[in-house]
């Protein structure tokens, strides 16, 4: 079965606007094992967006409309629905009841002008709002479903979720699907794929995807099959050899960031961590206490830009800043070992480097990093050379320094 | 004049996806005073493909494409709109070998199947592309014309820029397009939109755009007319009002964010901060830093997630923990002094508070948020109450701090 889905209103043909609700009506119609095969949006325009109501009737089975059902002049998804199928709008005085209640409720009039959200399409059911005042409408005509849906996400989610999705349930034949989903870091997109490629291509079942942010990769791995057995042998079999290519590189396994993972296995261990950040300012500070008690595991941390607060607050000897620099090995290492100390931490993750977009001068080229880890065993160091803008060379050097820790705590 | 954008490709119909490229030809058309009245993505799909360019172009007068140019039998644009304009496509021998160049260049060799690149729309003008293997193609018929564009944003947006947009600000009737933009913070997106809405909604010419995310506000006027003259009085007749409305509660007149406008106070200032940050983990610091130059101005930092760390590296006092606890105006204020006294700062923001999900007990509920911010003069605390989950709260209290700044830096 087929679906095309219709955002209307003139305020999502903007430059700032996204359709993030044909985001999440994919995501459900994909798990039913629908394809979205068009979508649109259309302006506040009768001829427009009756014209398209009508073609998308006439070549998929599910078409699927959000906004342009509140009660000014500029919404007209109704009327145009009505004109595309050619029925008439008839008003529902309960609706207009319920509506004149829900204001009531908050202590307020009911503008006149409301009661164009009352009319409803002949022969459609109408779908209760809990969240808003617009109904929904679920209009079915020659094998064929159209649904008009509120505009503003969490209404819309709501009323798809409980009324659209258990009626789609009963239209669409059955289909069991099953995902993998495999999260990598330290290697780039192109690596990836290229590695992995010659595995996943061979098959249309599982759809695989790639999906590459801030130095973080994941893998979907989709399986359509009639049974859950059937869905679970195909994605072992793609997914299998996959995870074998990639080794170590995979860090999750079920969908959970590398913060996370890194705050997970520190608690099993009861070990705790501290960071010294020169260049990222307090970003893998941040990152380490993004997840809820993450005060578990993360002691503190120093954010120490100049030289002199690397000598104060972490105790850098001021030889090794004259001989080496703020940018090298030597001074990582110092700092990571002045973190660990100053707060008796079980590992301490220091960061220096050149996050441009001046040039480093004497630190070297824009982009290098340093990356220490001291722990009871000692220190090491990573050194990676990054390409890119301030934002991706600070954000790439943070997961990097995750990943070390990580690598850290697994051996 | 008005404009139909239609994105090609099965790829950008999953729950992923999001075409961006519309957002950017969207602003770029209404710069030149073009609207876009429907935008689509397509997958590939030959059949629904030609339609959608042919109905598109029989209603507007710009129809641009993007995406399904590549080398694949997936890539079936070409063949769609020669199919919907009733045109031929003819191979153009002089592509096919700047194609084999430009291979070789990379010391790659072409594989055949590149060849269905070098095909043209009959009648069609070829547009080079610099950054990639894609032609494009520019076609005029009847009084309207179609773009066909690469997918690739930074391909698209090059071919678009050098061109597309010259050859389209011919066909355009000339108008002078002003923006006013204006970024506040410290209110909710509602009371702002309340309160200056009797403004703006008289006016359709300047257009009014609010955009609001993590607790900051940005308010676009958008003029057009003829002269310059005309666009600056009517930003002025518009805008004077609002400006007047937010007083001091705008910070920024030219699209700087918080953290560049507060860093450019500092550094004429010759100022400098340090940071304590509690729940915010180093989420502050991070801000301060995000701009380039900013060592001119930020010396470092503390993040202190335990009372431990509070006392060690702040020297907060054990009884002001004790008595009035870790989220206290009490220790927000010890904590900034103590920031300021360890780096010698000019001034020294403090945060500490309840980040959530988890209630904070004796702490307060979820979203208490004290900040703190002391200079030579002594210190200063505000207490706010957010709303909303760990990032949310974690976002919004970073804002408040560095408003917080502002203000002060502004006495």
């Known amino acids: 079965m087929d679906a095309e889905i219709i955002a209307v209103g003139s305020e999502m043909l903007t430059p700032q606007r996204v359709d993030t609700n044909s985001l999440y009506l994919t995501g459900e119609l994909n798990n039913l094992g629908v394809e979205v095969k068009t979508k649109c949006v259309i302006g506040d325009d009768l001829e427009r967006l009756s014209d398209a109501v009508r073609r998308a009737l006439s070549r998929s089975e599910i078409v699927i409309l959000s906004g342009g059902l509140g009660p000014t002049e500029d919404d007209m998804t109704r009327e145009a629905v009505a004109l595309a199928l050619d029925r008439k709008l008839v008003f529902q005085p309960a609706i207009a009841e319920a509506l004149a209640q829900r204001f009531a409720q908050f202590k307020r009039a009911m503008a006149e002008i409301n009661k164009r959200q009352a009319f409803v399409i002949e022969g459609a059911h109408v779908l209760p709002n809990d969240r808003g005042t617009a109904p929904g409408q679920w209009i079915e005509e020659s094998g064929a479903v159209a649904m008009l849906l509120p505009g503003p996400p969490h209404e819309l989610k709501a009323m798809f979720e409980r009324q659209c999705l258990p009626r789609l349930a009963r239209m669409v034949p059955k289909q069991i699907i099953r995902t993998l989903q495999l999260r990598v870091t330290g290697m780039g997109e192109s690596d990836l794929d290229q590695l992995i490629a010659p595995v996943y291509k061979k098959y249309a079942n599982p759809a695989t995807t790639i999906l590459a942010a801030n130095g973080d990769l994941q893998i979907h791995l989709r399986a359509r099959c009639a049974t859950a057995g059937e869905a679970e042998v195909l994605l072992a079999e793609v997914g299998g050899p996959i995870e074998l290519l990639l080794g170590d590189r995979i860090y999750s396994r079920n969908g959970d960031p590398l913060d996370v993972v890194v705050g997970e296995m520190l608690r099993k261990r009861h070990a705790t961590v501290s960071v010294a950040e020169s260049c990222t300012g307090g970003m893998l500070g941040e990152r380490l206490t993004a997840a809820p008690g993450s005060s578990d595991y993360f002691l ?38 002045g973190a660990r100390r100053r707060t008796n931490s079980t590992y301490a993750l220091a960061i220096t480097g050149v996050a441009g977009p001046d040039a480093g001068g004497e630190d070297g080229p824009v982009g290098t990093m340093f990356v220490a880890i001291a722990d009871a065993a000692g220190t090491h160091v990573a050194h990676r050379q990054f390409l890119g803008d301030r934002t991706r060379v600070r954000t790439f050097t943070v997961q990097m320094a995750l990943d070390l820790l990580r690598r850290r705590l697994w051996r």
């Open 300 to 337: 503190g941390g120093f954010i120490t830009y100049s030289n002199a607060m690397k000598m104060e607050l972490l105790g850098v000897a001021p030889e090794t800043l004259d001989q080496f620099g703020a940018v090298s090995s030597e001074t990582a290492e110092a700092m990571a070992a």
